[in-house]
């Protein structure tokens, strides 16, 4: 069994842009995001995607609704 360590960051607006900016400077595999904060990143031109391997859209709609079933959750 062979074992694949692959780093990736999550991009959303609810989450401190700082951090995200760091993470994305240390390098990431995966990134995952919805497409308004990462249009915010790339037009700062405070990072770029040339070390990215997959990028996925979050849509807004599924952020929404995993935010409200985790808050009924706790």
Sequence with gaps: MRLLLTS???IVA???IGKQ?????????IVIAT?????DLLS???TNLR???VLAFLSFFF????TVSYTHLT
Aim: with cysteine; net charge positive; proline share 3%.
């Design 8 to 10: 990736f960051v999550i």
């Design 14 to 16: 609810v989450l401190s």
């Design 21 to 29: 900016i760091g993470l994305l400077r240390q390098g990431a595999e």
């Design 35 to 39: 497409p308004g904060r990462l249009i």
């Design 44 to 46: 700062s031109h405070q």
């Design 51 to 53: 070390r990215v391997t």
């Design 63 to 66: 952020y929404c609704n995993v």
